[in-house]
């Protein structure tokens, strides 16, 4: 499977190798393979998911060598460890340009991403009132996403 990586993704890669230099790490071709398929598929995932996804498409690659990719790519700031609700860590590419929160349904495990400024102004607005300096914030809501919810209803 060859994949196609655009611009934003090139830079990040670019970004990635000038850290991964700093720190003294060699440049793999599994470790490769890894980054551009996560950054690629630019979607939340846990360590197994990941991997279960790059052995389809290129055997011998170890799930110790996707989970050190992963905390790898967390270490030099390009991927954000997301600690949802039910106690699995999931992987996602950083975005430096827009900050995002999540609504994670209950059922089947989707998560989607939003953005909305009122959520943000509002949590402004509090730790203002609190003299609180916010240096980073989470927010998930945690529910039932549309097509569970009509299958509960059984339509």
């Known amino acids: 499977m060859k994949m196609k990586v655009n611009f934003k993704k090139q830079n990040k890669l670019k970004e990635f190798s000038k850290d991964k230099s700093k720190v003294g790490l060699k440049t793999s071709q599994k470790r490769s393979i890894i980054i551009e398929y996560f950054l690629h598929e630019d979607k939340h995932f846990s360590v197994e998911e990941l991997y279960n996804e ?46 995002h929160d999540h609504l994670i349904c209950k059922n089947c495990g989707k998560i989607i991403e939003f953005k909305n400024s009122k959520i943000e ?35």
């Open 54 to 99: 790059i052995k389809k498409i290129r055997s011998g690659i170890s799930y110790s060598t996707v989970y050190r990719t992963l905390k790898l790519l967390t270490s030099c700031g390009l991927a954000d460890e997301c600690n949802f609700d039910d106690g699995i860590s999931k992987f996602e590419p950083v975005h430096k340009a827009h900050h």
């Open 121 to 155: 102004k509002l949590q402004q607005d509090v730790a203002k009132k609190y003299k609180f300096s916010i240096k980073f914030h989470r927010l998930a809501l945690y529910g039932l996403c549309i097509d569970c919810k009509k299958k509960q209803r059984g339509n």
